[in-house]
């Protein structure tokens, strides 16, 4: 079965602070990962995407790993801002361009 | 360049009514457009997705007749949830893929849908 898990489920941290989430999937056969910010009442916002071939890719402060053997990867966000506030969704895409959403992970920034 | 637009952004209506979301892609043509629902604190959901011209793919569990997709031109799809109860009220939230990238979905900012 396709899916997709992410982790920590939720995270507080102070802000300037670093963090990583991780992202689980079995989907198969892969095309591409993406990360998307989700504000509360907003739709999702591209952070980042990756194929098979990719191993970083970077936006900002924000940089996404991919290990295509391992079906993992993780999203850094550096020196983290109030507005960073917000659920973080991890999306794998199938060949049949499907899209296989996570869970998310809710991260809090705190002043 | 490709933004995805929803109206209304918030919409509240009485139990048994009607109500129509429409979602336009403001700088391309989309060839597809998705609709999902998001309940609090869980992730998008995906309804059914809607090719020009033709008829609403809906996924397991989701009620074709019920939940009225129309996708009538490329820039254009709308979704009308019929007799509305409490239990219809969600997040919803379209995306569309442009012609020339078919595995690209741009999400619209979503509707909150309250029914009393």
């Known amino acids: 079965k396709n899916q997709v898990e992410q982790s920590p489920q939720s995270l507080i941290i102070l802000e300037g602070k670093n963090c990583t989430l991780q992202?689980?999937?079995?989907?198969?056969?892969?095309?591409?990962l993406r990360w998307y910010k989700q504000d509360t009442g907003r739709g999702p916002v591209s952070l980042t995407i990756?194929?098979?071939?990719?191993n970083t890719k970077s936006n900002g402060r924000y940089t996404a790993t991919l290990d295509a053997d391992t079906k993992q990867s993780s999203l850094h966000i550096t020196a983290s801002q109030l507005s960073d506030s917000a659920s973080y969704i991890c999306?794998?895409?199938?060949?049949?361009?499907?899209?296989?959403f996570g869970t998310g992970t809710r991260l809090k920034v705190l002043a | 360049g490709a933004v995805v637009s929803q109206h209304p952004s918030r919409v509240i209506c009485k139990s048994g009514t009607s109500v129509k979301i429409e979602c336009r892609s403001l700088?391309?043509?989309?060839?597809?457009m998705f609709w999902y629902r998001q309940f609090p604190k869980q992730s998008l959901m995906l309804m059914a997705t809607?090719?020009?011209?033709?008829?609403?793919?809906?996924e397991q569990g989701v009620e074709k007749d019920k939940f009225l997709i129309n996708h009538a031109s490329l820039t254009l799809s709308t979704l009308t949830v019929t007799s509305a109860h409490p239990e219809d009220s969600s997040f919803y939230i379209c995306?569309?893929?442009?012609?020339?990238?078919?595995?690209?979905?741009?999400f619209g900012p979503g509707t909150r849908l309250t029914v009393l």
């Open positions: 999306v794998v895409s199938e060949m049949t361009y499907k899209y296989i």
């Open positions: 995306s569309a893929s442009p012609a020339i990238s078919t595995d690209t979905q741009y």
């Open positions: 990756m194929t098979f071939s990719e």
């Open positions: 992202c689980n999937y079995t989907v198969s056969p892969f095309s591409n």
């Open positions: 809607s090719n020009e011209g033709s008829k609403a793919t809906y």
């Open positions: 700088d391309f043509q989309a060839t597809t």
